[in-house]
């Protein structure tokens, strides 16, 4: 019987190898595939936390914004025309009046108006230092500073989005308040800390 078991290994010993090196070669490739999937999946996963993490950043960023917004959209700004009759001439003066409606002071309250040649700017009447040597406004408090226009044509050719005021919230970033309402946040550079 062992002569038959040695005989039957000797003629299909050749086989038996072929099929181990086939196995072996098989087992080889199911490894690499499973790692090069697990590896794409991890890479899937990396991408989709490091979209997650941008995601929240940008949140983040919008939320501090929108809280940033909140105290200076209660800042508001208008113009108003006064007319008072001076040696019997009438004479207009055109004022710039700012009102803080926030529930926090702003400072460093300034009134600006671009033109072609120059940025003219002012101080507001009724703003008050509160400790900051800057002038400020209080909740609640109002201001308001004399534009230099002579001529009620004058004050419709500076566009309302040429006159603004500039103030900084508790926070301390500057903002930009036009009369014709819109809000910008300014952006500081060393000058102004």
Excluded: C
């Excluded at 509160?130 to 004058?154: D, I, Y």
Aim: glycine content about 8%; charged content about 30%; hydrophobic content about 40%.
């Amino acid at each position: 019987m062992f002569e038959w078991l040695s005989g039957y290994a000797e003629r299909w010993h050749d086989t038996w190898e072929i099929a181990g090196a086939l196995g072996s070669f098989a087992t080889a490739a199911v490894a690499v595939y499973l790692a090069s999937r697990e590896r794409a999946d991890r890479q899937a996963a990396e991408r989709d936390r490091d979209e997650a993490r941008a995601a929240q950043r940008r949140a983040e960023q919008r939320e501090l914004r929108r809280s940033r917004e909140a105290q200076a959209s209660g800042v508001v700004v208008w113009t108003t025309q006064r007319a008072a009759t001076v040696e019997d001439e009438l004479k207009h003066t055109f004022n710039l009046h700012v009102a803080n409606f926030s529930g926090l002071p702003v400072t460093r309250v300034e009134w600006f108006v671009r033109d072609e040649v120059a940025v003219l700017h002012g101080s507001f009447v009724g703003t008050s230092l509160h400790g900051t040597g800057r002038p400020s406004l209080a909740p609640g408090e109002e201001g308001w500073g004399v534009l230099p226009f002579a001529e009620r044509a004058e004050l419709r050719e500076a566009a309302e989005d040429e006159i603004y005021v500039q103030f900084r919230d508790v926070s301390g970033h500057r903002w930009a308040r036009y009369a014709n309402g819109d809000l910008v946040a300014v952006l500081l550079n060393d000058s102004d800390a």
